[in-house]
């Protein structure tokens, strides 16, 4: 089990997550996050709540981005799921 995400309390309290992969793919597909927004069908406020983690993303939100976005099924979890911890490590 990965660390931190069995706690007391919430079950997922204190993980974070990161979505810059996410963020850069919104803008190399869309141009901007306020397209992306649009196109999602949400305010740009709701979509920078959800990728500053202040949010969750839903999961029909997560299926529906990842096909405006051209994200395998296999990869989401590289763009939507990727802890902070996760990504610090791939970094180098």
Known sequence: MAKG???KGKP???V???FRRLNGRIV???GSRKKFAIAMG???AVLS???LGHTSFLPGEVWY???LLR???EEIGDFFFCTEEEEDTNDG
């Open 65 to 67: 981005a990842s096909i």
């Open 12 to 14: 997922f309290e204190g």
């Open 28 to 30: 190399e597909v869309y």
């Open 49 to 51: 709540a959800r990728l």
């Open 5 to 7: 995400l069995r706690k």
């Open 42 to 44: 949400m305010s740009p």
């Open 71 to 73: 994200i395998k099924k």
């Open 16 to 18: 974070k997550f990161s």
